[in-house]
């Protein structure tokens, strides 16, 4: 009978191990299904001839090669890869990305290559215009690669896989213009050659991309929120990379401060050193939520060994620079959050990826930017203790590979009240700005401020050419102080009068003091030659390219700021001279249309001077071959379409019409019978609304312009 029973219990027993066993089994079933449907797969053959294309090294484009020479074909040229239809819905999560080519000719000997995307939220076709591969802006984010031998004709595997490009990818779709269906360039350069299969030789061989990505559709309604409908749950991306050789810093044992190094030791370099990092302009507003926050290095030298990091940020709103004064990081203040790093060993020098990469370092930020004095621009500045070493790349080093600070958030308000008062340019009244230029300081120029005065512009920008005489420096300045105050500092981008007539030192001297008085624009760089500023959400490059220095260290300039531009700030680049076909009067080939381009693909509003009429351009798609995209008053700027317009009626004079195209949306000159004024446009969120106004007080030109990215 004992026994019997026992038996019973056995057999109950073992049933009920079954039955947990089976929930189990059935509950990891259900998690890996569920899973499964998070994680999707994308994958895209480029699928026309003219989507994989080779730049050659003069800067003309081959559209229709039967192969893709990766990079040297002679000389190191710049490949363009162009994928379409790319559904991947904003908000995305990419996992892992790569682009598998396939092997055209043997090519053995050793081959350095870096890996940028198009920094656009929808890429346009490629053209055989000048340039038009290298002339693109590139992401912050890219992935340098080394392949191995290419031995076998038509091999396609690991050695003719990139690495992972997840940086690359998930930077293009965190764009605010980007929409799933859009388009994506991939831009390839370096040195060496490895000879792939392209959309001409081998339409089945040509490059493939793969994405891997994730998507959480949190409302449930199978659409993408991705925030350009509106959505005030919108998750927003900012990206940061440190700008300044003196914004990433070594402080070593003795507290002395390295500012200066190519590289930087995270934190061994024969003593554990404190490491700053002070990333300027954040786009971030109070009071955001911040999902995610990390830091991305790329590797420098090989490192390995057990290393242990602590993360902290300045318990600060505003974080100012680095100075060589003893302990000038470890003296500051740390945030009562940090984060602890134990990163794996780095073995590819270039490699930038997950291992080169902090955990979430949300709960630092997220104490930042909840500070009273918080405001969007401000700077924020993160230092790493600890032990160990992994050496990184350094702004000095390398500016493309410095320190990458990427922060995911949602909502905010810039004042802390949690009301929109216009502060901030947002919404409310805007940002007004006046551009001029050419003005000399004779009674026109007078009539011109005082006109801006009544108008309630916020701030002036001075396409160049100021007082003509540097007798009268003084005077232009007097002229702008007495008449438009402290509030507005008159920023100037210097033109060939402002050197060869005015005495130069005192145009940026004067501005400098000028400026320095300001409240509401913050800028940086070299005073009219090449600078950056910033007032509510409109961000200016200006600079003296055709007027003083090199032109192809403007264009650096222009190229760079633009690519740290705030992602949701309207861009506009400021310069004095133009092109011949970029004015109506009688000027010539003065620029270089790489900087015209330049803008463009950023999205970017050109204002110039130099020639003394009024003239805007309708909305182009290329500025060098004048292709009009829309001939409409009411315009929306995109990353690769923009517009371009001459402000030259400050004062010193008014020239005629000498030259028109269907280009030309507006031309006053004195053809026209113009009288001095100003151009004036209103910053909001989300459009921007411009009018010409003559000394009169008649309106010349009224367009308006929609942000398109």
Not at 9 to 16: A, C, G, R, Y
Request: hydrophobic share 30%; aromatic share 8%; proline share 2%.
């Amino acid at each position: 009978m004992n026994k019997l029973i026992s038996f019973f219990i056995l057999i109950l027993f073992l049933f009920s191990i079954s039955n947990h066993l089976l929930a189990t089994d059935q509950a990891a079933s259900e998690k890996v299904s569920f899973s499964s449907l998070q994680t999707q797969v994308l994958e895209r053959r480029i699928s026309t001839g003219a989507d994989d294309v080779e730049e050659r090294s003069n800067g003309s484009i081959y559209m229709d090669s039967s192969d893709i020479e990766l990079v040297n074909d002679g000389n190191n040229q710049t490949i363009g890869l162009r994928f379409r239809s790319i559904s991947i819905p904003k908000g995305a999560t990419i996992t892992r990305a790569y682009i598998q080519f396939t092997t055209d000719e043997q090519s053995l000997g050793s081959t350095y290559l870096n890996i940028y995307g198009e920094r656009t939220g929808n890429a346009d076709p490629f053209s055989s215009s000048w340039q038009n591969v290298s002339s693109r802006p590139k992401t912050t984010a890219l992935v340098s690669w080394q392949p191995g031998a290419w031995r076998n004709i038509g091999e396609s595997g690991s050695a003719q896989r990139t690495p992972d490009l997840s940086s690359i990818i998930q930077e293009i779709i965190s764009r605010n213009s980007w929409q799933s269906g859009n388009n994506i360039v991939i831009i390839v350069t370096g040195s060496g050659r490895r000879t792939a299969e392209s959309n001409n030789g081998s339409s089945s061989r040509a490059p493939l991309l793969r994405v891997e990505y994730s998507f959480n559709d949190d409302d449930g309604d199978d659409g993408d929120d991705g925030g350009d409908d509106g959505n005030n749950n919108a998750t927003q991306v900012e990206l940061r990379r440190v700008s300044s050789g003196n914004d990433d810093v070594e402080e070593r044992s003795d507290g002395s401060m390295y500012m200066d190094s190519s590289d930087l030791e995270l934190v061994n370099d024969g003593n554990d050193q404190t490491i700053g990092l002070r990333f300027t302009n954040v786009n971030v507003p109070k009071n955001a939520t911040v999902k995610r926050a990390y830091l991305q290095f790329t590797v420098d030298e090989r490192s390995s060994g057990y290393s242990n990091l602590t993360i902290y940020g300045e318990r600060t709103s505003n974080a100012s620079s680095f100075q060589t004064s003893w302990r000038n990081v470890s003296s500051r203040n740390r945030t009562s959050a940090s984060v602890r790093w134990q990163p794996r060993d780095w073995n590819t020098v270039g490699e930038a990826g997950s291992d080169q990469r902090t955990p979430d370092l949300k709960s630092i930020v997220q104490e930042i930017i909840n500070r009273d004095g918080w405001r969007q621009g401000n700077n924020m500045v993160l230092m790493i203790t600890g032990s160990g070493r992994r050496t990184a790349e350094s702004n000095n080093g390398s500016s493309s590979r410095a320190p990458l600070l990427r922060i995911e958030y949602q909502g905010g308000d810039d004042d802390g009240d949690d009301g929109d008062d216009g502060d901030d340019g947002n919404n409310g009244d805007g940002v007004k700005i006046a551009f001029i230029g050419d003005t000399g300081t004779g009674s026109n120029f007078q009539q011109v401020l005082n006109l801006i005065k009544r108008e309630g512009a916020e701030l002036t920008v001075v396409a160049g050419d100021t007082s003509y005489d540097d007798r009268r420096d003084d005077n232009w300045d007097s002229m702008v102080r007495s008449t438009l105050g402290s509030s507005d500092p008159a920023l100037i981008a210097a033109g060939n009068h402002d050197y060869d007539d005015s005495n130069f030192w005192n145009v940026r001297s004067f501005g400098q003091s000028r400026l320095n008085r300001a409240n509401r624009v913050s800028c940086s760089g070299s005073y009219a030659e090449r600078m950056t500023c910033r007032i509510g959400n409109v961000y200016i490059v200006l600079s003296a390219i055709g007027s003083s220095g090199s032109r192809s260290s403007h264009e650096d300039y222009i190229r760079n700021s633009l690519q740290n531009a705030p992602n949701n700030a309207w861009r506009i680049c400021a310069w004095h001279k133009n092109q011949r076909d970029m004015q109506v009067g009688g000027k010539g080939n003065e620029v270089g249309w790489t900087a015209y381009e330049t803008c463009r693909q950023n999205g970017a509003i050109v204002a110039t001077g130099h020639e003394h009429s009024y003239s805007r351009t309708h909305l182009l798609s290329d500025m060098s071959s004048q292709s009009v995209a829309s001939r409409s008053s009411t315009m929306t700027i995109t990353e690769g379409r923009t517009i371009a317009f001459v402000s030259g009626l400050g004062g010193i004079g008014i020239r005629d019409q000498e030259r028109g195209g269907n280009w030309w949306a507006s031309i006053y000159t004195s053809t026209q019978g113009a009288r001095y004024g100003a151009l004036f446009g209103t910053f909001y969120n989300d459009r921007a609304e411009f009018y010409f106004k003559n000394i009169n007080g008649n309106v010349i030109d009224r367009f308006t312009l929609r942000k398109g990215y």
